[in-house]
Structure formats: C-alpha cells, structure tokens
C-alpha cells in the first residue's frame, strides 16, 4: 500500500512562487504515473499536471501551462510541482495521487489508485 503525502503549501502573494513535494512511502513512486490535482472552494477537483513512469511525458492543464513544471525523482520517491507567476485562481487544495497506468498521462481521477491527503495553496492578490 503506497501512502502519499503532499508538503510545500501555503499563503503567497500573486506573481510569487512555490514548489510542492509528494513524497510516497510503502512503496516505492517510480512504477507509478503521478498527477497532481486540485480543487478550490466550490469547484470539482480538477487535473493540474502528470508525469509518467521514467519521466518521458509530461502534460499540464492549459491554465497552469508555462507556469507550472512537474518533475520526479525516483532515488527520493517524491514528485515535485514547481509553480511560478502564481494567481488567486490557483488558491485550492492540492493534491497528488499516483497511477498504476504508468506509461500514459492520466487526466481522470478514476485512473488513480493512491491519494494523498492534500496541502492548502492561497494565492492573494
């Protein structure tokens, strides 16, 4: 059982940057694709970014795109979102989950088996 745990969160002003961390244990991330998710006040989560297995795919939602850049390393289990020119609309709870499909970018929740628990991200304007 693969326990997933996000880290990294907090209160930003618009245009700053912060990197978040997803960092598994119980097993190791490096066979699964990882995603990152969010979901603001009143709103459905919704796919942000993935990286698949060896990280040779990468694909993020069109509103984080040149933003936002995903990335892994395997040696420390853990799977990072760097996320820059931050906006109040990128204020949700983010989360990470990781997917046994791990050769093709997953952008539905259904597709993943493990979750983490979520870090708060909130972006003033």
């Known amino acids: 059982q693969v326990q997933l745990v996000e880290s990294g969160g907090g209160l930003v002003q618009a245009g700053d940057s912060l990197r978040l961390s997803c960092e598994a244990s119980?097993?190791?991330?490096?066979?699964?694709?990882v995603g990152w998710f969010r979901q603001a006040p009143g709103k459905y989560r919704e796919f942000v970014a993935a990286?698949?297995?060896?990280?040779?795919?990468?694909d993020y939602a069109d509103s984080v795109k040149g933003r936002f850049t995903i990335a892994r390393d395997d040696a420390k289990n853990t799977v990072y979102l760097a996320m820059s020119s931050l906006k109040p609309e990128d204020t949700a709870v983010y989360y990470c989950a990781a997917s046994q499909l791990n050769r093709i970018i997953n952008k539905w929740e259904v597709t993943y088996n493990y979750w983490g628990q979520g870090t708060q991200v909130t972006v003033s304007s």
């Open positions: 990286i698949t297995s060896g990280a040779d795919n990468t």
């Open positions: 119980g097993g190791g991330l490096s066979t699964f694709a």
